[in-house]
């Protein structure tokens, strides 16, 4: 039962992370990561960002985030394996960005590495791909 309940546990904080974007509540969404949280993103294999820290992943996304008016994630997938108090899963989504009159689709996947701590998961780290992108003006 507990390994259920750590597997619920797990999408409830994944599918929160991405809620939290999607309301550009950037503060609550660093929150869901440890303190030294590492966050590293690829584009088609080209490493973009690397990030440590609550403080400067708030900065980033922030910024990132600036420029869109809307945003949504799309999770579906999720593979987790539980070991104890650590945790690694695989997330795929699909993020809708609308912002300037152009609407840009990306397929991720994320790879992920949880802790459990204080009574909660949160991810120690998290790496993006983005597999593929489009972009189409309305």
């Known amino acids: 039962m507990k390994e259920l309940a750590d597997k619920l546990a797990l999408r409830e904080l994944v599918d929160t992370l991405s809620i939290l974007g999607d309301k550009k509540d950037v503060h609550a969404q660093v929150q869901l990561f440890t303190d030294d949280a590492i966050s590293e993103t690829f584009i088609e294999g080209v490493p973009i960002l690397k990030l440590k820290g609550r403080k400067e992943m708030e900065a980033a996304f922030i910024n990132f985030l600036k420029d869109f008016d809307t945003i949504y994630h799309f999770n579906g997938q999720q ?51 983005f597999e593929w992108q489009g972009k189409q003006a309305f």
Not at 91 to 107: E, F, N, P, R, S
């Open 79 to 129: 593979k987790v394996i539980i070991d104890g108090d650590t945790a690694t899963g695989t997330c795929y989504c699909q993020i809708t960005l609308i912002g300037a009159k152009v609407k840009t689709t990306i397929g991720a996947i994320y790879y992920d590495n949880y802790i459990f701590g204080n009574n909660q998961w949160l991810i120690a780290k998290r790496i993006g791909i």
